[in-house]
């Protein structure tokens, strides 16, 4: 449950595997049975809200809502349910967080591209004055790391995603992602070396 501090953490390394319920009803909706989509939904949509209302809250995004992103995400998810393949341990939920990322990035630019078609940029904060995983958890320039978070390898971006836009611990994204916290460090270094490397000084 969450006291309204942060985001609600939940184990889900049991999720997807042979056998659990979520699998059993991962098969029948993509065999096309709606009620055990519905039913994958309810298990998940939860978790999913927070990631968003986590998202938002701490970019620059403003004419959206966590749960119009939702029902776009689980909309667009529907649609290719048929051709989504379970991966291992969690890869349903990861794949509806990288719907929701590519969502929040297509809402950025629409907001991007309105601002610049109506005033002139503000001035980027100085790259030095923090650190790129402060200006995670502060959500400057949110949205350039966001489009570039997008296009990093998915499980350097789910590291990264649950590491500092969740604010889990290194043990919690060790457990979802069914790797060694030695494994989780070394795909959040790698990533943000990605991330800077793209950026250049504006990381």
Not at 93 to 109: D, G, H, M, N, P
Not at 115 to 133: C, G, I, Y
């Amino acid at each position: 449950m969450s006291n309204g501090s942060g985001p609600i953490v939940i184990a889900l390394s049991h999720y997807d595997k042979p056998g659990s319920e979520t699998s059993r009803l991962l098969a029948a909706a993509r065999g096309g049975d709606h009620v055990a989509l519905d039913d994958l939904y309810a298990r998940h949509q939860g978790r999913l809200l927070n990631f968003l209302r986590a998202s938002i809250a701490q970019s620059s995004l403003q004419a959206v809502t966590a749960e119009d992103v939702l029902q776009e995400t689980l909309i667009a998810s529907a649609r290719k349910i048929a051709e989504f393949e379970p991966s291992g341990p969690a890869s349903f939920y990861r794949w509806l967080v990288s719907i929701a990322r590519f969502k929040l990035t297509e809402a950025a630019r629409a907001q991007n591209a309105k601002k610049r078609a109506t005033a002139p940029l503000e001035e980027p904060v100085a790259a030095s004055q923090t650190s790129p995983s402060g200006r995670f958890l502060r959500g400057e320039r949110r949205d350039g790391l966001l489009e570039a978070l997008a296009n990093l390898p998915n499980r350097q971006a789910d590291a990264v995603r649950m590491r500092y836009l969740e604010g889990q611990s290194v043990a919690e994204v060790a457990e979802q992602l069914a790797c060694s916290d030695s494994a989780v460090k070394a795909l959040v270094s790698r990533a943000m070396a990605e991330l800077a490397s793209r950026l250049g000084q504006n990381f």
